[in-house]
Nanobody
């Protein structure tokens, strides 16, 4: 199986930047597409970004396009989310996720992924 651990969250002012990391362990050779979701208090878990195994394709929610960049380094078993121009509405717990089977296309719902990290808190103050 695959274990995922997020890190890099914190408190920043609006307009600031953070870089989140997601470290994978276990059967990392089985980590195909990976993604980032976020969940604010009282809200549903929301799609943020997705990246294919080779990193050749990325997908973003409209709310973060142009501000966030997803990437991965398979040699380091790590995925990243660079977040720039942060807004208060970006405040949420951010979760990384992955699937252990080949797939294609956009996966924007939580049930499209099998393995999840425990989340890291991002708070953006005005």
């Amino acid at each position: 199986q695959v274990q995922l651990v997020e890190s890099g969250g914190g408190l920043v002012q609006a307009g600031g930047s953070l870089r989140l990391s997601c470290a994978a362990s276990g059967r990392t050779f089985s980590t195909y597409d990976m993604g980032w979701f976020r969940q604010a208090p009282g809200k549903e878990r929301e799609f943020v970004a997705q990246i294919t195994w080779g990193g050749d394709r990325t997908y973003y929610a409209d709310s973060v396009k142009g501000r966030f960049t997803i990437s991965r380094d398979n040699a380091k078993n790590t995925m990243y989310l660079q977040m720039n121009s942060l807004k208060p509405e970006d405040t949420a717990v951010y979760y990384c996720c992955t699937i252990d089977f080949p797939a294609t296309g956009l996966r924007t719902t939580p049930n499209g992924y099998r393995y999840w990290g425990q989340g890291t808190q991002v708070t953006v103050s005005s």
